[in-house]
């Protein structure tokens, strides 16, 4: 993802993701972990509840990424290059 679309998406995920507040959300280069990608993913650590966590994959799906949860975060991501 790009700055921009970051900018937006976390707009949105600020809004509607109550539960976020206190997290630690970072961008990382998805170059870090995929070497033919351009732009960033989102790691966000927090607990969610489960309601944040259904509006987070809403609002993930809506944007036509890709959210993998792991034991302490989440990372949303897109899955072309470029």
Known sequence: M??????ILLREIVDRCPSL???TITLVPQK???????????NIKANL???SMGNLRKIVEGHDLVMQIKSDAVIVYETRSG
């Open 49 to 51: 509840s489960k309601e």
């Open 32 to 42: 870090a972990m995929y070497p033919l990608y351009n732009g960033y993913h989102i």
């Open 2 to 7: 790009k700055f921009a679309e970051i900018a």
């Open 21 to 23: 507040d206190g997290a």
